[in-house]
C-alpha cells in the first residue's frame, strides 16, 4: 500500500487476554518501529526491527510484550496477559533503510476494561 | 541514554501569528525530524534534516539544524487555525545496527479564544 496500514484501528479487551497488533510497512522499507503512546504522551519506544531481525528491543516494557518479523515486512506485536496500564495507542512507523526517515501509520487504540 | 528537551511544552497561538519550537539534547543526532499529530491520526513528517547547519523549509514551515548536533528548531509563519495540534521533534542516530529514534515529548499548539 502507499502507507504505513494498522490493525485493527481499535482494540477493547479483557484483561489477561493475549493481543495481537499488526504493521504493514511501506513496500520495500527495511527498517521497523513500534512505539506507544498513552494518552496526552509522547512516544515511547518499543522495539526496532531492520529485516527479519531485531536489534533493539530495549523498551519493551515487561516479557508479557513481544514482536515479530516475517519475510521483512508483516509485524506483529503481542502482549500476553493484558493489563489495563497497557492501554495506550500503539503506532508503527517503517523507513526505506536504517538512515533514512521514518512514516508512521495511523495506530492501533489498544483498551484493557 | 538519549534525551530531547521539548519546548515550549504547549501554546496558544492567534491567527496570523508566528510560532517558535525547539529541541535540545545533550547527544549528537545524525538526523532531526519535526512530526505533527492530529487527534486520532499517527504522526505526520513535516520536514527532515541531514547536515549540521542546515535550514530547510516547507511552506509556512522553517526548520534547523543546529550547528553542534545538539539542537533543531521549528518556526510556523502566519499561523492558521488547521495548525492545532500536537508537535513532535525526534532526533536519529545511526549505530552500526540500525537506527535509533528518539522523540521529544511534544508541543502542544492551540487555538487563543
Known amino acids: 500500500g502507499a502507507g504505513v496500514s494498522q490493525s485493527p484501528s481499535n482494540k477493547v479487551t479483557e484483561k489477561g487476554k493475549d493481543v495481537e497488533l499488526r504493521c504493514d510497512p511501506i513496500s520495500g522499507h527495511t527498517a521497523l518501529y513500534w512505539y506507544r503512546q498513552s494518552l496526552g504522551q509522547g512516544l515511547e519506544f518499543l522495539i526496532y526491527?531492520?529485516?527479519?531481525?531485531?536489534?533493539?528491543k530495549s523498551g519493551l516494557p515487561s516479557d508479557r510484550f513481544s514482536a515479530e518479523r516475517t519475510g521483512g515486512s508483516v509485524s506483529t506485536l503481542t502482549i500476553q496477559r493484558t493489563q489495563q496500564e497497557d492501554s495506550a495507542v500503539y503506532l508503527c512507523?517503517?523507513?526505506?533503510?536504517?538512515?533514512?526517515?521514518?512514516?508512521f501509520g495511523q495506530g492501533t487504540r489498544l483498551t484493557v476494561v | 541514554g538519549q534525551q530531547l528537551n521539548q519546548s515550549p511544552q504547549s501554546m496558544f497561538i492567534q491567527e496570523g501569528e508566528d510560532v517558535s519550537m525547539n529541541c535540545t539534547s545533550s547527544s549528537i543526532f545524525n538526523t532531526w525530524l519535526w512530526y505533527k499529530q492530529d487527534p486520532g491520526e499517527g504522526p505526520v513528517l513535516l520536514i527532515a534534516?541531514?547536515?549540521?547547519?542546515e535550514l530547510t523549509s516547507n511552506g509556512r514551515l522553517t526548520a534547523q539544524f543546529g550547528i553542534t548536533r545538539k539542537d533543531s528548531f521549528l518556526n510556523i509563519s502566519a499561523s492558521i487555525p488547521s495548525d492545532v495540534g500536537i508537535y513532535f521533534c525526534a532526533g536519529q542516530l545511526y549505530l552500526e545496527y540500525g537506527n535509533k529514534l528518539v522523540f521529544g515529548a511534544g508541543t502542544i499548539l492551540r487555538v487563543k479564544s
Open positions: 512507523a517503517s523507513s526505506l533503510n536504517k538512515n533514512t526517515e521514518a512514516f
Open positions: 534534516l541531514y547536515k549540521a547547519g
Open positions: 526491527f531492520q529485516g527479519n531481525s531485531a536489534p533493539d
